[in-house]
């Protein structure tokens, strides 16, 4: 990973607020949502970017939906001002015609300047790859979503939601749907391993095993489509002081089989007692479904992803836990002053864990303590961040006790959420309600149920400005007792470059 950090005092105060006065003087009577890196699959493409962008705060904290599932680049310390610039593409090999259609590269590089109290330089996108027909190798670190929910709108997938930076990886898979029988049968997929931060408070030289499978009945032009599948990852083969022999987990390719399959290593006496009796590694996975019905005015797309950590699920303990989603995307057939383009709802529930006995007699398995692990007490975070549902907060982000060591403090919540998007004259807006009730763990609950609302609207437009751009403006409040009261303000300005490079 490449993480520069500089001190504050590199930036002077006049130039801080030079930097904010610049943003407001471009902003007024300025008001489309800031475009996302390229995933189209054609070749030929390459999209480059510049944006600046400023945030304030009545608080010494970024309010939730500002920072939260933003990759991890926007700064939690209130006033920030932030440089992105970026780069990604896809381009064929050759001119050749067949070997113009089946074989291209990728490539991407996005690099953030955080001007802060605690400035920093990040790399949240670096990495290249070769792709055949669809199947691709990739190389780096890429932002990437798996699993069934809206990356848009939603609330973040419970597992792998783009809250924390991206984990540099070596991966091998299909991003879009390939059939395995013609119209009815379809599949994508990855399989990847990466490394994670050797700075983290408890664990070093951890390892990431990650990969996913997802299938779909029925035609891509068909009228009710089915999804299922699953999403599994594990944090492995690091040192830690808890429950190993001479600090050092299992390591190596002897042992890799049980990371990948999940299986217990019992006949393996040089193991720890704890790693003989529980899986190698701590396992963080999801299995997902949905079904989508594609009606003349409407789309509709529902999801549940059922939530595994120690076999709970096998047994049903934990069936209540999970995130249950419907996603309507409106088909407007006359243009309208107003629209409202997109409504998504949810519900993540994750109060149950299995109830609140630990034992295996009689299938029961419970206290799952979602994100946290014996071993790996710094749990399923990267760089200090969550890598899943941004709900499961980590420790340092809340008014609560800490947790012993661990990861988080508070991974029984529910949260009820509506995201919504559509259009005002030319001003896009986007908006995201929040409302959670967290109870802390089973072993140190918090001593009252805890609510907090978050909220975010966004104004956007396209403008003729610096020969054509985006202009953002949006408002983010949080009231409740999780976090302290902040209410936000952001500002950004941001020039899309799109080329072909011709061979």
């Not at 008001?31 to 995933?39: C, I, M, S």
């Not at 991890?72 to 006033?79: A, E, I, L, P, Y």
């Not at 920030?80 to 780069?87: D, E, K, N, V, Y």
């Not at 805890?450 to 020969?467: D, E, P, R, W």
């Amino acid at each position: 990973m490449i993480q520069i950090y500089t001190s504050s005092e590199a930036f002077p105060t006049r130039c801080t607020k030079l930097f904010y006065i610049v943003l407001v003087v471009i902003a007024v009577g300025l008001l489309h949502p800031v475009a996302g890196q390229d995933t189209s699959s054609a070749a030929g493409h390459t999209q480059a970017w510049v944006e600046v962008a400023g945030y304030g705060s009545t608080s010494s904290r970024t309010p939730f939906w500002f920072h939260a599932n933003q990759w991890g680049v926007v700064s939690m310390t209130g006033q920030a001002g932030s440089l992105r610039a970026g780069i990604t593409g896809r381009q064929p090999f050759s001119r050749d015609t067949l070997a113009k259609k089946n074989w291209t590269y990728v490539y991407g590089v996005e690099v953030v300047g955080n001007v802060s109290k605690h400035s920093k330089v990040l790399l949240p996108q670096a990495y290249a790859g070769i792709d055949f027909k669809g199947f691709q190798f990739t190389v780096g670190r890429f932002k990437q979503y798996a699993g069934f929910n809206d990356d848009e709108l939603g609330s973040g997938a419970y597992m792998w939601s783009g809250n924390a930076l991206p984990i540099p990886k070596i991966q091998l898979g299909f991003a879009e749907y390939k059939p395995l029988i013609k119209n009815f049968l379809y599949f994508k997929g990855f399989y990847s391993d990466g490394i994670f931060e050797n700075s983290r408070p408890i664990t070093s030289h951890l390892k990431l095993h990650n990969k996913a499978l997802f299938v779909r009945l029925g035609r891509p032009s068909g009228k009710v489509k089915l999804y299922g599948g699953f999403n599994h990852a594990v944090q492995w083969g690091g040192k830690s002081p808890y429950f190993t022999e001479n600090g050092q987990m299992p390591n190596g390719l002897g042992y890799y089989w049980y990371v990948i399959t999940g299986l217990k290593p019992k006949n393996k006496t040089e193991l720890s007692n704890f790693d003989r009796t529980n899986r190698i590694g701590n396992h963080v996975a999801s299995l997902d479904a949905g079904i989508e019905f594609d009606l003349p005015n409407v789309n509709i797309f529902l999801y549940r992803q059922n939530l595994v950590e120690d076999g709970s699920l096998f047994y049903l303990n934990n069936i209540k836990d999970g995130l249950n989603g419907l996603v309507f995307n409106f088909k407007h057939t006359e243009p309208a002053s107003f629209s409202l383009d997109k409504l998504t709802l949810e519900l993540l529930y994750t109060k149950s864990q299995g109830g609140t006995e630990t034992t295996n007699a009689n299938g029961i398995r419970g206290k799952d303590d979602y994100f946290n692990n014996g071993q790996v007490r710094d749990g399923w975070s990267y760089f200090g961040r969550g890598i899943g549902t941004p709900f499961i907060t980590a420790a340092t982000e809340n008014n609560w006790p800490l947790y012993a060591d661990f990861f988080t403090n508070n991974n029984r919540v529910w949260v009820t959420h509506l995201g919504m998007k559509g259009s005002l004259q030319r001003i896009h807006w986007k908006t995201k309600l929040s409302f959670s009730s967290n109870q802390g763990t089973y072993d140190q609950p918090f001593r009252e149920t805890v609510y907090q609302f978050s909220g975010l609207l966004a104004l956007a437009k396209q403008t003729s400005f610096l020969g054509g751009s985006t202009v953002q403006v949006a408002l983010s409040v949080d009231r409740g007792k999780l976090f302290d009261p902040a209410a936000g303000l952001m500002l950004s300005i941001r020039k899309d470059f799109h080329f072909k490079v011709s061979r």
